[in-house]
């Protein structure tokens, strides 16, 4: 089998409107450098026309193929879902709403194959976007940098590319693909850069995103650095605060027994108040069992984090072009 120099990967849920021209350009810019491709669409639950115009351009050009799911996953599964479908040697994923411009193909396609990248991220200096939008975007992007140590600007810019190894390797689940270049760096794919890209007014429908999006996103952000960080070892963590606490409740415990050891053969002074009437006694009591409860914790994620990841399944309905299982796993 001839694996394709591109594969484009387009989530798309009601963008009926959208799809032809967007499918028309791809095609205009590979034919004019003679890149062969295939575009992968994946119908993410729409309820207007948007698979029925999938399956009328799979009949025209067999290379414009799609995926349909039977109900809305998420961004983050029409990726994962593409990633496994996709057998190109360089993977572009792009919006489907007409903002992101496959004009920039060919210069992210040379970023990755000739100067080495693992992942270029679009940038969208010039956004068209309501305040609403490039507010918090700004906010969760300094954040994303910060604790990731990733110096892009533009994180959730839909317009990237790939390494095929990289998207073949790592796993986008929940929400996560806003940190696409987190997972893949903490995967190992550390050759990340960005580039300027141009974004469109959008031409058809409204935005399928709103506010929640950004607390969604920055609990995800929270979840990636912590599974980053302590999947492997959660005992470092969840060891390191039990031990700690375990070692508070131990003091406590020598602290109450040493007084009343001293009301007792020393001093001969009686304690007022019996200990397990005294504050001291019950944050002890607390301090110690919260310990043992966390290093067990960390015992029980260690053992869980030597098996193999559980495997949820995306159902996939209907699908043209593809030669691939009714059901599309991921995690």
Same mark, same amino acid.
């Given at each position: 089998?001839?694996?394709?120099?591109?594969?484009?990967?387009?989530?798309?849920?009601?963008?009926e409107?959208?799809?032809?021209?967007?499918?028309?350009?791809?095609? @205009?810019?590979?034919?004019?450098?003679?890149?062969?491709?295939?575009?992968?669409?994946?119908?993410?639950?729409?309820?207007?026309?948007?698979?029925?115009?999938?399956?009328? =351009?799979?009949?025209?050009?067999?290379?414009?193929?799609? =995926?349909?799911?039977?109900?809305?996953?998420g961004?983050?599964?029409?990726?994962? %879902?593409?990633f496994?479908?996709?057998?190109?040697?360089?993977?572009?994923?792009?919006?489907?709403?007409?903002?992101?411009?496959p004009d920039?193909?060919?210069?992210?396609?040379?970023?990755?194959?000739?100067d080495?990248?693992?992942?270029?991220?679009g940038?969208?200096?010039?956004r068209h976007?309501?305040?609403?939008? %490039?507010?918090p975007?700004?906010?969760?992007?300094?954040?994303?940098r910060?604790?990731?140590?990733?110096k $892009?600007?533009?994180?959730?810019?839909? $317009?990237?590319?790939?390494?095929?190894?990289?998207i073949?390797?790592?796993?986008?689940?929940?929400?996560?693909? @806003?940190?696409?270049?987190?997972?893949?760096?903490?995967?190992?794919?550390?050759?990340?850069?960005?580039?300027?890209?141009?974004?469109r007014?959008?031409?058809?429908?409204?935005?399928?995103?709103g506010?929640?999006?950004?607390?969604?996103?920055?609990?995800?952000?929270?979840?990636?650095?912590?599974?980053?960080?302590?999947?492997?070892?959660?005992m470092?963590?969840?060891g390191s605060?039990?031990t700690?606490?375990?070692l508070?409740g131990?003091?406590?415990?020598?602290?109450v027994?040493?007084?009343?050891?001293?009301?007792?053969?020393?001093?001969?002074?009686?304690?007022?108040?019996?200990?397990?009437d005294?504050?001291?006694?019950?944050?002890?009591?607390?301090a110690?069992?919260?310990?043992?409860? $966390?290093?067990?914790?960390?015992f029980?994620?260690?053992?869980?984090?030597?098996?193999?990841?559980?495997k @949820?399944?995306?159902?996939? =309905?209907?699908?043209?072009?593809?030669?691939?299982?009714?059901k599309?796993s991921?995690?």
């Amino acid at each position: 089998m001839i694996h394709p120099e591109i594969s484009v990967i387009i989530p798309a849920k009601d963008e009926e409107e959208s799809i032809p021209e967007l499918c028309q350009w791809i095609s @205009r810019v590979m034919q004019a450098h003679g890149f062969s491709y295939e575009v992968i669409i994946i119908d993410d639950g729409s309820s207007d026309n948007t698979w029925q115009q999938v399956t009328k =351009i799979n009949e025209a050009d067999e290379r414009i193929k799609g =995926i349909r799911f039977n109900r809305n996953f998420g961004k983050s599964a029409a990726l994962q %879902t593409g990633f496994r479908a996709a057998t190109g040697k360089v993977v572009i994923t792009m919006d489907a709403d007409l903002q992101d411009s496959p004009d920039e193909i060919p210069e992210l396609y040379r970023m990755i194959t000739q100067d080495g990248y693992h992942l270029v991220s679009g940038w969208k200096k010039k956004r068209h976007d309501p305040i609403s939008k %490039t507010v918090p975007s700004k906010f969760f992007n300094y954040v994303t940098r910060k604790l990731s140590g990733i110096k $892009l600007h533009d994180f959730n810019c839909g $317009l990237k590319a790939y390494q095929d190894t990289v998207i073949k390797n790592i796993t986008v689940y929940g929400e996560m693909h @806003r940190y696409i270049p987190v997972i893949a760096k903490w995967a190992g794919f550390t050759k990340i850069t960005e580039k300027v890209v141009e974004h469109r007014e959008r031409k058809f429908g409204t935005t399928k995103f709103g506010l929640e999006r950004f607390i969604n996103g920055f609990l995800d952000l929270l979840s990636i650095t912590f599974v980053s960080r302590f999947r492997q070892k959660p005992m470092h963590f969840f060891g390191s605060l039990g031990t700690i606490s375990f070692l508070v409740g131990f003091v406590f415990t020598v602290k109450v027994i040493w007084d009343k050891m001293d009301a007792l053969y020393f001093s001969r002074i009686p304690i007022k108040r019996d200990i397990t009437d005294q504050p001291l006694f019950f944050l002890a009591l607390v301090a110690i069992v919260i310990g043992v409860q $966390l290093f067990v914790t960390g015992f029980m994620a260690e053992m869980i984090s030597m098996q193999s990841l559980s495997k @949820r399944d995306y159902l996939v =309905i209907e699908k043209v072009g593809l030669d691939m299982k009714e059901k599309v796993s991921g995690s």
